[in-house]
């Protein structure tokens, strides 16, 4: 039997307009995201945040700077998951010395859909990590950006190949 999880890369506040990495179309991809989350919470997927955290031992970093507000999970997505396991990552693998393996297993998931930020960064290293081979893998495609539209389509493009990829639409729909 397949038991899903959705998992959410990385919405934080510094990725938004008034953060001090903002992304391409971010605004639109929250819309996105929000929309399956609202999904999820019918059909009782649980659903997992991802928060990178900097890891500033040898200085701060350009963002996501611990205890900052841009370090902050988007609080419209935090409002609509008050309750919802947050697993923090200091690199762009969201397995890699993390606890998710060890959530996945507790909740007996075999199949991750991803969303997130970045596309070509965090999203696919996770989809592609080791540690997810023993997973049904999928992508929400417009669930994610990065920092260019191009970069984005390139990502999604080069994935493809190995991870399917699907909007939300089609995703909800069960297609």
Request: one cysteine or more.
């Amino acid at each position: 039997m397949t038991r899903e999880a959705l998992i959410i890369i990385d919405v934080q506040n510094d990725y938004f307009a008034d953060g001090l990495f903002p992304l391409w179309n971010a605004e639109a991809v929250l819309e996105q995201t929000l929309q399956a989350v609202r999904h999820a919470q019918a059909q009782q997927i649980p659903v997992l945040l991802v928060q990178h955290v900097a890891d500033i031992s040898q200085g701060p970093a350009p963002f996501f700077n611990p205890d900052s507000e841009g370090v902050a999970i988007h609080p419209r997505l935090q409002a609509m998951l008050p309750d919802a396991p947050v697993i923090v990552k200091q690199a762009a693998d969201s397995f890699w010395k993390t606890g998710l393996e060890a959530h996945l297993r507790r909740l007996n998931i075999n199949k991750i859909t991803l969303t997130g930020m970045m596309t070509h960064n965090c999203v696919t290293h996770t989809a592609l990590s080791r540690d997810a081979e023993g997973y049904e893998v999928s992508i929400l495609g417009d669930c994610c950006t990065t920092v260019s539209e191009i970069l984005h389509l390139i990502a999604l493009s080069a994935i493809r190949n190995r991870i399917p990829v699907q909007n939300t639409a089609d995703w909800i729909a069960g297609r």
